[in-house]
Protein backbone atom coordinates (compact mmCIF):
# COMPACT_ATOMS: atom_id res chain seq x y z
CA UNK A 1 0.00 0.00 0.00
CA UNK A 2 1.04 3.18 -0.94
CA UNK A 3 -0.12 6.69 0.09
CA UNK A 4 0.77 9.93 -1.55
CA UNK A 5 -0.26 13.36 -1.01
CA UNK A 6 0.36 16.23 -3.39
CA UNK A 7 1.54 19.74 -2.14
CA UNK A 8 2.57 22.98 -4.21
CA UNK A 9 -0.83 24.19 -5.98
CA UNK A 10 -1.93 28.01 -6.12
CA UNK A 11 -2.90 30.88 -8.16
CA UNK A 12 -0.12 31.92 -10.49
CA UNK A 13 0.05 35.01 -12.98
CA UNK A 14 0.41 33.93 -16.75
CA UNK A 15 4.21 33.16 -17.80
CA UNK A 16 4.87 32.14 -13.74
CA UNK A 17 6.18 29.11 -12.18
CA UNK A 18 5.31 26.61 -9.92
CA UNK A 19 6.52 23.40 -8.51
CA UNK A 20 4.45 20.56 -7.26
CA UNK A 21 5.39 17.93 -4.90
CA UNK A 22 4.32 14.57 -4.08
CA UNK A 23 5.08 12.90 -0.77
CA UNK A 24 4.81 9.15 -1.13
CA UNK A 25 4.64 6.37 1.88
CA UNK A 26 6.42 3.36 2.05
CA UNK A 27 9.87 1.29 1.50
CA UNK A 28 9.91 0.40 -2.11
CA UNK A 29 8.57 3.88 -3.58
CA UNK A 30 11.81 3.48 -5.67
CA UNK A 31 9.76 0.28 -7.52
CA UNK A 32 7.24 2.45 -8.67
CA UNK A 33 6.60 4.75 -11.70
CA UNK A 34 5.42 8.14 -10.79
CA UNK A 35 3.20 10.14 -12.65
CA UNK A 36 1.32 13.85 -12.70
CA UNK A 37 -1.90 13.49 -14.07
CA UNK A 38 -4.52 17.30 -14.54
CA UNK A 39 -7.74 17.10 -14.72
CA UNK A 40 -9.11 20.49 -15.72
CA UNK A 41 -12.85 21.63 -15.25
CA UNK A 42 -15.38 19.70 -17.19
CA UNK A 43 -12.73 17.84 -19.12
CA UNK A 44 -11.18 14.09 -18.86
CA UNK A 45 -8.13 13.46 -16.71
CA UNK A 46 -5.09 13.68 -18.67
CA UNK A 47 -1.42 12.64 -18.12
CA UNK A 48 1.48 15.21 -17.80
CA UNK A 49 4.01 13.33 -17.30
CA UNK A 50 6.15 10.24 -15.78
CA UNK A 51 8.95 9.44 -14.07
CA UNK A 52 10.20 5.32 -14.12
CA UNK A 53 11.96 3.92 -11.34
CA UNK A 54 15.18 4.69 -13.35
CA UNK A 55 14.75 8.02 -13.94
CA UNK A 56 13.38 7.93 -17.35
CA UNK A 57 10.77 10.38 -18.42
CA UNK A 58 8.27 11.53 -20.23
CA UNK A 59 6.55 14.94 -21.17
CA UNK A 60 3.07 15.37 -22.78
CA UNK A 61 3.30 17.63 -25.34
CA UNK A 62 1.70 20.07 -24.38
CA UNK A 63 3.79 20.67 -21.41
CA UNK A 64 7.02 19.34 -22.89
CA UNK A 65 10.13 22.43 -22.64
CA UNK A 66 8.48 23.78 -19.89
CA UNK A 67 7.52 21.24 -17.23
CA UNK A 68 10.21 19.03 -15.98
CA UNK A 69 9.67 16.11 -13.75
CA UNK A 70 11.77 14.33 -11.04
CA UNK A 71 12.18 12.69 -8.39
CA UNK A 72 14.02 11.78 -5.02
CA UNK A 73 14.18 8.46 -4.05
CA UNK A 74 15.39 9.28 -0.78
CA UNK A 75 13.00 11.23 0.35
CA UNK A 76 9.56 9.29 -1.28
CA UNK A 77 9.23 12.62 -3.06
CA UNK A 78 8.55 13.38 -6.97
CA UNK A 79 8.38 16.68 -8.43
CA UNK A 80 6.70 18.69 -11.35
CA UNK A 81 8.37 21.95 -12.06
CA UNK A 82 6.22 23.67 -13.86
CA UNK A 83 7.11 27.39 -16.06
CA UNK A 84 5.88 29.41 -18.48
CA UNK A 85 2.48 28.81 -17.23
CA UNK A 86 -0.28 29.24 -19.39
CA UNK A 87 -4.18 29.81 -18.43
CA UNK A 88 -4.80 26.08 -20.23
CA UNK A 89 -2.44 24.94 -17.53
CA UNK A 90 -5.23 25.88 -15.24
CA UNK A 91 -6.54 22.32 -13.38
CA UNK A 92 -6.21 19.67 -10.43
CA UNK A 93 -2.89 17.96 -10.66
CA UNK A 94 -3.14 14.60 -9.05
CA UNK A 95 -0.08 12.64 -8.35
CA UNK A 96 -0.38 8.94 -9.60
CA UNK A 97 2.00 5.56 -8.13
CA UNK A 98 2.50 2.96 -10.28
CA UNK A 99 3.46 -0.45 -9.48
CA UNK A 100 3.94 -1.64 -13.51
CA UNK A 101 4.42 -5.51 -12.49
CA UNK A 102 1.56 -5.69 -9.67
CA UNK A 103 -0.06 -2.98 -11.60
CA UNK A 104 -1.11 -1.45 -8.87
CA UNK A 105 -2.31 2.51 -8.77
CA UNK A 106 -2.65 4.94 -6.06
CA UNK A 107 -3.65 8.47 -6.29
CA UNK A 108 -3.56 11.41 -4.32
CA UNK A 109 -6.91 13.75 -3.66
CA UNK A 110 -4.93 16.22 -5.84
CA UNK A 111 -3.89 20.20 -5.98
CA UNK A 112 -5.48 23.15 -7.40
CA UNK A 113 -3.40 25.21 -9.92
CA UNK A 114 -4.84 28.25 -11.34
CA UNK A 115 -2.94 30.55 -14.30
CA UNK A 116 -4.72 33.85 -14.75
CA UNK A 117 -4.28 36.08 -17.50
Known amino acids: QVQVAESGGGLVQLGGSLTLSCAAS????????MAWYRQALGKQRELVAT???????YLADSVRGRFTISRDNAKNTVYLQMNSLKPDDTAVYFC???????????WGQGTQVAVSS
Open 96 to 106: NAHHPLLNQDF
Open 26 to 33: GRIFNRYT
Open 51 to 57: VTEDGRT
